[in-house]
C-alpha cells in the first residue's frame, strides 16, 4: 500500500505538469498547479515519514516497465524512506511558496509544468532499484531541472549557466553509468538486489568510489564540481533555487550513500579519506566563496558547496570507522551526515525564500544596494535571521546540533589504527572549525548589509512586505529550524533505522534520556540540551533587557543613528558588503583566488571620485576547467574530419568497434 501510494503520487505530479500545460492560459493556473503539487507533497511526505517513524520492513515492486528482460524494480526502506521525507517537504514548501511567488513571477507558464515534474522525477530516483530505471530518473531530474534554469533565457548569463549546467550533468550521468555497469559486471545484473549480493574486488571498488564521487558529487556540487552550482541556482526562479540548493543537492547525498554505504559492500579503510579531503576542501572553498560575494543568491549557492563539504566529510568518517569494525563511531558519524543534509535543506530553502522576497520587494539581490529592510519586511527579516543564525551553526537552532554531531565523531578518531587517517581527521576538522568561524561571518555580512542600516538605494527605501503566502512558507520553515534545534533528538531516534541497516548499529535512543539532552556515545564524555540553551539564552536575555527598563528609563525613545560627530546622512559612508570582508579576504584573496586590487586617484585639483576595483579569479576554473575545455576543442578539431568520410569507411569503423566491443566483454568474463 505504501509503495502504491508513493508512485500514484508521482504519477500524479507527472500528469499534473501536462495539466499545467494544457491551462497554461487559465488565470487560475498557477494556484491549480501549485495548489495540488502542495496537496501531492505532503502525501508523499506522510507516506515515507510514516514508513521511517514505523521501522517498517522494506517494501519492494516491481513493474514492466524500461527494459524488456529486466522491466523496472522499485524498493522503499528506511534510506529511501527518509530522503522521500527531505525532498517532499521541501517541495510542500516551495509549492506554498509558489502559490504567492507564482502570481509575480515573469514568464510563470515556463516554470509551471516544470516544477511538479521536477518533484516528480526527484522521488523517482529515491524509490527505484535498477541501474536503468535508476539512470532514467536521474537523467529526467536533470533535464527538467535544466529546463527550470533556463527560464530566462534571453539573459545571456542565464544561457551560460544552462550550458554550464547541461554539460556537468551529463558528466555526471556518464559516471554513474559506468559506475554502474562495473557493479553489474559481465553477467549484466542490473538489479540493487544483485550487486548488494555480488562482490567486488577492491580495484573495482576503488574505480566505483571515483566515479560515483565524480556522477553524484557534481550534483552535489562538490568541489572542483561545483563550478554549475554558483551560476545555475541564482538564473533560476527563487522557489526553484530553493528546491535545487536545499533538496536536489540531497538526492545526490542519497546517491552516494545508496551506491558507496548499500550496493558497494565492505568498504577499505583508504575509501574515507578520499571523502575526507574532498569534504573539507568544499567546506573551506565554499564559505570562502560566499564571503567575497554581494550576490544574495550566490553567496547563498556558495554556502551550500560548504555545508555538503560538512556532510561528505562525515560520510568519509562513517567509512573509516565502519571499515575498521567501529560500529558505534560510524552510526555517529553516519546519522551526523543525514542529520545535517535534512537540517540543510530546512535552513536553505528558509534563506532561498527570504531572497526571493527580497528580489520581488527592490528589484535586486546586490547587498550593496540593500539595507534597512528590517523596518520596511520585518517577518522576511525574522525568517532570514532564523536562517542565518541556523546556517552558522549557532545554538540553539538545528544545524549546531548536527554539526556538533560531526565534531564529537571527529573526537573519536584516535582510536583509528591508520596513521593516514589519525593525521588527517584533526587537521579536517580545525577546516570545518575554521569554515564554521567564517560562515558566521559570512551570515553577520548578509544579513547586516541587507536588513540593517540604512537603505542604499531608493528600490530598498520603498520596499513592502512579500505576500502571505511566501510568509507562510518562511515561518514553516523557520519553525522547524527552531524546534529540530530544541528537540534533535527526535531526529536522531527517528534514524535510527537508517543507521542499523548500513552500518549495523544505531546511536544510543535519545528519547529515553533525562531533560530531552542527546549524548552522542555515553553520558559520561559529552551531551547537549537545546532546550536548557534555549531556556539560558531566553532567561539571561530578559533579565538584562528588564534591568536596562528598571534602571535606566522605561520610555522607548528613538533618536538619530551616531554619526561619530560628522553629521552626513549619506548611507554611503557605511560599512559595505566588500569593506565587511576586506580583512578576510587580504588573509585568503591573494592566495587561493589571486585576489589584486586597483586604485585609481585622480589628480590634484579634480573632483572626480576615486575608484577602487577588486579582482578575483577562480582559480579551478581557471587551472582546471580552462585547460580541459582547449583540450576538448583541439581534439573535436581533429576529429572533425571524420564527418566526411565516405559510406565504406564508416561501416568499416562501425565493423572494427563493433569487434573491440566483443573483444573487451571476451576478455571481461
Not at 329 to 338: C, E, G, K, V
Not at 494 to 523: C, D, E, F, N, Y
Not at 642 to 648: D, K
Amino acid at each position: 500500500m505504501p509503495m502504491f501510494l508513493l508512485l500514484s503520487g508521482i504519477a500524479a505530479l507527472l500528469l499534473l505538469a501536462i495539466l499545467a500545460v494544457v491551462f497554461s492560459g487559465s488565470r487560475f493556473a498557477t494556484r491549480l498547479v501549485y495548489g495540488a503539487g502542495l496537496l501531492l507533497s505532503l502525501e508523499l511526505l506522510v507516506v515515507g515519514g510514516l514508513h521511517l517513524l514505523c521501522d517498517a520492513p522494506p517494501l519492494a515492486l516491481s513493474l514492466p516497465l524500461g527494459l524488456p528482460w529486466i522491466g523496472a524494480h522499485f524498493r522503499l526502506d528506511a534510506l529511501s524512506a527518509f530522503f522521500v521525507v527531505i525532498v517532499n517537504l521541501g517541495a510542500a514548501a516551495a509549492c506554498l511558496y509558489g502559490l504567492g511567488y507564482g502570481q509575480h513571477a515573469e514568464e510563470p507558464s515556463r516554470v509551471r509544468p516544470f516544477v511538479p515534474a521536477f518533484i516528480a522525477g526527484m522521488n523517482l530516483v529515491l524509490l527505484t532499484a535498477d541501474a536503468f530505471t535508476f539512470l532514467l530518473s536521474w537523467e529526467f531530474m536533470s533535464l527538467v531541472s535544466w529546463a527550470l534554469v533556463v527560464v530566462e533565457h534571453r539573459d545571456p548569463r542565464t544561457v551560460r549557466a544552462g550550458y554550464t549546467y547541461a554539460l556537468m550533468a551529463s558528466l555526471g550521468t556518464f559516471a554513474l553509468l559506468l559506475a554502474f555497469g562495473l557493479l553489474a559486471g559481465p553477467n549484466g545484473s542490473y538489479g540493487f538486489a544483485a550487486m548488494r549480493a555480488a562482490q567486488v574486488s577492491p580495484s573495482v571498488g576503488a574505480l566505483v568510489l571515483g566515479l560515483v564521487v565524480i556522477g553524484a558529487g557534481s550534483k552535489a556540487g562538490l568541489v572542483p564540481l561545483h563550478v554549475w552550482l554558483p551560476e545555475a541556482h541564482p538564473a533560476a526562479p527563487s522557489h526553484v533555487s530553493a528546491l535545487m540548493s536545499g533538496v536536489m543537492t540531497k538526492v545526490a547525498v542519497y546517491a552516494v550513500i545508496r551506491i558507496v554505504f548499500d550496493l558497494l559492500g565492505t568498504p577499505h579503510w583508504w575509501w574515507g579519506i578520499v571523502l575526507l579531503v574532498l569534504g573539507g576542501a568544499s567546506a573551506l572553498m565554499g564559505v570562502l566563496y560566499a564571503l567575497f560575494e554581494s550576490d544574495q543568491k550566490r553567496v547563498l549557492a556558495y554556502s551550500s558547496i560548504e555545508n555538503i563539504g560538512f556532510i561528505f566529510v562525515a560520510l568519509g568518517l562513517a567509512l573509516a570507522f565502519r571499515a575498521d569494525g567501529f560500529q558505534a563511531a560510524a552510526a555517529l558519524a553516519l546519522t551526523a551526515a543525514l542529520f545535517h543534509a535534512f537540517n540543510h535543506a530546512i535552513l536553505k530553502e528558509l534563506q532561498f525564500f527570504g531572497a526571493g522576497a527580497v528580489q520581488h520587494a527592490t528589484g535586486t539581490r546586490d547587498m550593496e544596494r540593500l539595507g534597512g529592510l528590517i523596518h520596511r519586511m520585518p517577518v522576511t527579516a525574522f525568517c532570514i535571521l532564523i536562517g542565518c543564525v541556523g546556517i552558522a551553526a549557532l545554538p540553539p537552532l538545528n544545524a549546531f546540533a548536527s554539526e556538533w554531531l560531526i565534531f564529537q565523531a571527529i573526537l573519536l578518531s584516535p582510536s583509528l589504527p591508520q596513521w593516514g587517517l589519525k593525521l588527517l581527521v584533526p587537521a579536517v576538522g580545525a577546516l570545518l572549525a575554521l569554515a564554521v568561524t567564517l560562515a558566521a561571518a559570512c551570515f553577520v555580512r548578509f544579513f547586516g548589509m541587507s536588513f540593517l542600516g540604512r537603505p542604499r538605494s531608493e528600490a530598498a527605501s520603498c520596499a513592502e512586505e512579500t505576500d502571505g503566502f511566501s510568509l507562510a512558507a518562511m515561518l514553516l520553515l523557520a519553525g522547524l529550524a527552531v524546534v529540530g534545534g530544541l528537540l534533535p533528538g527526535v531526529v536522531i531516534d527517528a534514524l535510527g533505522p537508517i543507521s542499523t541497516s548500513l552500518v549495523g548499529r544505531h546511536m544510543p535512543v535519545q528519547a529515553s534520556l533525562p531533560w530531552l539532552s542527546i549524548v552522542p556515545i555515553a553520558a559520561s564524555r559529552s551531551s547537549y540540551n537545546g532546550l536548557l540553551v534555549f531556556i539560558f539564552i531566553a532567561a539571561s536575555s530578559g533579565i538584562v533587557a528588564s534591568a536596562i527598563h528598571v534602571f535606566a528609563s522605561r520610555r522607548i525613545r528613538r533618536a538619530p543613528i551616531w554619526d561619530c560627530g560628522y553629521a552626513d546622512t549619506n548611507p554611503a559612508l557605511q560599512y559595505s558588503a566588500s569593506s565587511f570582508s576586506e580583512p578576510i579576504r587580504r588573509v585568503f584573496g591573494p592566495i587561493l583566488f589571486l585576489a589584486r586590487t586597483e586604485v585609481e586617484m585622480p589628480p590634484v585639483g579634480s573632483v572626480a571620485p576615486a575608484k577602487f576595483k577588486v579582482h578575483l579569479e577562480d582559480l579551478i576554473w581557471q587551472r582546471l576547467y580552462v585547460p580541459v575545455t582547449g583540450i576538448v576543442m583541439t581534439i573535436a578539431d581533429r576529429l572533425n574530419v571524420f564527418q566526411f568520410l565516405t559510406i565504406r569507411r564508416y561501416l568499416s569503423l562501425v565493423f572494427l568497434a563493433l569487434v573491440s566491443l566483443l573483444l573487451v566483454l571476451a576478455l571481461w568474463s
